[in-house]
């Protein structure tokens, strides 16, 4: 992946996701940024851990993205 530029993901942000999560949410919330994200379905509350990599390959849309102020 030489050359690609990280998303920018940060904890709060609510994305939806190409496929659907076996409860029939498509929705989540980001709670950890690094490495692994780990994100949490608004449906069903189930946490998951997703590598980086995987995971900004699976965003379909930004549903709601956080304030960067808290930085």
């Known amino acids: 992946m030489a050359g690609h530029e990280p998303l920018e993901l940060y904890v709060g942000d609510v994305v939806e996701l190409r496929k659907t999560h076996p409860c029939g949410g498509?929705?989540?919330r980001?709670?950890?940024v690094?490495?692994?994200i780990g994100i949490e379905c608004l449906t069903c509350?189930?946490?998951v851990l997703?590598?980086?990599r995987h995971f900004e390959s699976r965003i379909k849309r930004f549903i709601k993205r956080s304030p960067r102020d808290m930085e």
């Open 50 to 52: 997703v590598a980086r």
């Open 30 to 32: 980001i709670l950890r």
């Open 45 to 47: 509350k189930r946490y």
């Open 26 to 28: 498509k929705t989540w």
């Open 34 to 36: 690094g490495a692994d």
